[in-house]
């Protein structure tokens, strides 16, 4: 049979990860584990069907690629510059404790020092994909944990980017060949100013011809076009920088994903690379789990249950120390320290390179194969206990009491002004709780009634903003009672809960309520099974974004439909009905 054997790969490769992949969604686990199952399946050292593992291996670098061009696509300097006072420290410490102790067991199993480094290294990088999918499932993506999370990311990423560039540079030296310091001096620093001319011409000079090329072609309006603009860019740019530089073609691929993210059509080549990006990563991932061999962890049980520990115990720890010392609360700790307990994407990328330059073999990369699988299968799974965690030390006044004290020491630092006017305005005063698209808003419609709103973030650099411009804020976790009296709760007439945690919205309210029987709360929620919930705990209103979404989805299709004025409003008032709830005031309010 004269099959194309690139065709039989794919299709052994795609259709086998898309199975195990929709199995391990189902389960509530990440995807990444049902590709990477799929590689374990498809490799020579397991029986049954056997992918072409070279083939599979050269497909999955455009994946690399591409990974590298969606990671610097969506890069933003000032989301890191926003969290940089715990993003910064926090994931260089994490980094060095990551990179110590994986390379200590390494040492104590056998190996050497060099190649212990690399797998230090590796095992101190989570995984992008993994992170945000975790975080996102459990709607904390877009809170003041989420965005520390996210940066923390940030800095991981460009540090692991950093040492693809001068990994190469540093070889031989960590071979044990001998090399004069003034050799390993100069190859270092031209391999950092090939970094810093490659960076000038693509981000100086890319920034004005590629945001050219690709208006060019969207004013042609064919998406075919323009999606294989995007294609060839990140494609040639990644080329060009290890052809001409000598750098890595991840390096590449991130600088070119930058520009083209500053770029007027960001939004639109986001959407054009994310398929292409997620189709050809999906081979990464099932390479990757190609290469492991079952038996090399018989062979060494110390150090696959060592390097699992370290990813699970040692980095969790390490992060949740470190952001607590910070100042910031526990539930912030937990976490970010339990979403960053994993490894993925980035750890395989840089074993790869190590291994290209004899670093590190075969059986090292089985194992890191091996803890990548593990802690993407137990990391949603540990983050479920998160919350029963918090609610366990909430019981324990006095510990909860020890282990916050750290965070509202940092926020009475952090807030120079007074907090609260202790006179109440004419209309009363507003408690918003989150200061996102939700809460700006219904500040700015506050003001024009004359009520004075008062913002509690757990954002210092937003808290400080609002202070500058002279409003009035309070940093600080709301689910606290001292922080909702610094803001000034008893004497407010209304509160409003923006955050999306439906915990810490019920945390809020319960907590302001007892502070002040009379206040009128008012909830942003996502879905319309919260009701029952918020009555219960006494919210005066809620808002629920699917209700909402139904409403605006509706009016389109109705006037699309000729429907009148008076029906379109009939039809939104019983969707609001159903979606929406506000208890019945006195007929004196």
Known sequence: MHHPQILVMLCLCLGTALVLGYITHRLR???????????????????????????????????????????????????????????????????????????????????????????????????????IRVLTDNNVLESSQGHIAIGWLIVEDLFTVLVLVVLPALAPAIHGEQIAPLDIGWSLLMAIAKIV?????????????????????????????????????????????????????????????????????????????????????????????????????????FLFVGLLGVILVAKPLAALGIVWALGHSVRTALTVSVALAQIGEFSFILAELAKEHKLLNEDG???LVACAICSIALNPLVFRLVGPLE???????????????????????????PLVDETTPPNGRAIIVGYGPVGRTAAGILKEFGVQPVVVDLNIDTVNTLLEAGELAVFGDATRRDILSAAGTEQASYLLVTVPDIETRTVVILAASEL??????????????ERAWLEEIGATGACFEEAEAAIGLSTLLLHEMGASDERIEKEQQRIRRQGAFRAELPANE
């Open 197 to 301: 001319a490659l960076s000038i011409i693509v981000l100086w000079g890319g920034r004005r011809l590629i945001p050219y090329i690709l208006t060019e072609v969207a004013r042609t309006r064919t998406q075919e076009l323009f999606t294989l603009t995007i294609l060839v860019l990140a494609l040639a740019v990644a080329t060009g920088s290890a052809v001409i530089f000598g750098v890595s073609m991840e390096l590449g691929a991130f600088l070119a994903g930058m520009v083209v993210g500053q770029s007027k059509v960001s939004h639109q080549a986001g959407v054009d690379a994310l398929p292409m990006r997620d189709a050809f990563a999906v081979l990464f991932f099932v390479s990757v789990g190609m290469l492991l061999k079952p038996q090399v962890l018989m062979a060494h049980p």
């Open 29 to 131: 686990l990440s995807p990444l584990l049902g590709y990477l199952i799929a590689g374990v399946l498809l490799g020579p050292n397991t029986p049954g069907l056997e992918a072409n593992l070279k083939m599979a291996t050269d497909m999955a670098h455009i994946g690399v690629i591409l990974l590298m061009f969606g990671v610097g696509l969506h890069f933003n300097l000032r989301d890191l510059w926003a969290v940089r006072r715990t993003a910064v420290p926090g994931a260089v410490g994490q980094i060095l404790v990551a990179t110590v102790a994986g390379a200590v067991v390494m040492v104590l199993g056998g190996w050497t020092w060099g190649a212990g480094l690399v797998i230090g290294v590796a095992v101190s990088v989570a995984s992008t994909v993994v992170l």
């Open 516 to 529: 002040n029987p009379q206040l009128k709360v008012f909830v942003r929620a996502r879905y319309l099974e």
């Open 391 to 417: 609610a366990s030390l909430r019981r324990r006044p006095r510990l909860w009491a020890l282990l916050n004290r750290r965070a509202e020491a940092r926020a009475k630092r952090g807030v120079v002004k």
């Open 365 to 367: 990369l089985s194992l």
